[in-house]
């Protein structure tokens, strides 16, 4: 009954930028936090911004001031813009919703991954 797509993942160099797209899609629930997580070789997955319905976004430490979270509400899309990547950046990002109706458990779903490699 849902569903999470991800675009936009690549490889670029230091500096560069790259934009990441997740759409989601559901039949029955709607769409509340959206946000995007990332696992780089041999390390956690860690959490690399979040943002509301209404807009609010937040961002972890390692990002702040150089990513920025969006999403557009009419077609159930968050973005992830990355500005300035670094060798440090690189791992799988994965897009993640949590989906609700009244009277149902909400739902939490993950996209399937997008590779994203900063090298010179």
């Known amino acids: 009954q849902v569903q999470l797509v991800e675009s936009g993942g690549g490889l670029v160099q230091p500096g560069e930028s790259l934009r990441l797209s997740c759409a989601a899609s559901?039949?029955?629930?709607?769409?509340?936090?959206m946000g995007w997580y990332r696992q780089a070789p041999g390390k956690q997955r860690e959490l690399v911004a979040t943002?509301?319905?209404?807009?609010?976004?937040n961002y972890a430490d390692s990002v702040q001031g150089r990513f920025t979270i969006s999403r557009d509400n009419a077609k159930n899309t968050v973005y992830l813009q990355m500005n300035s990547l670094k060798p440090e950046d690189t791992a799988v990002y994965y897009c993640?919703?949590?989906?609700?109706?009244?009277?149902?458990?909400?739902?939490?779903?993950w996209g399937q991954g997008t590779q994203v490699t900063v090298s010179s």
């Open positions: 993640h919703a949590e989906f609700y109706k009244l009277g149902l458990s909400p739902l939490v779903r």
């Open positions: 943002i509301t319905s209404g807009g609010s976004g």
């Open positions: 559901s039949s029955i629930f709607s769409i509340n936090v």
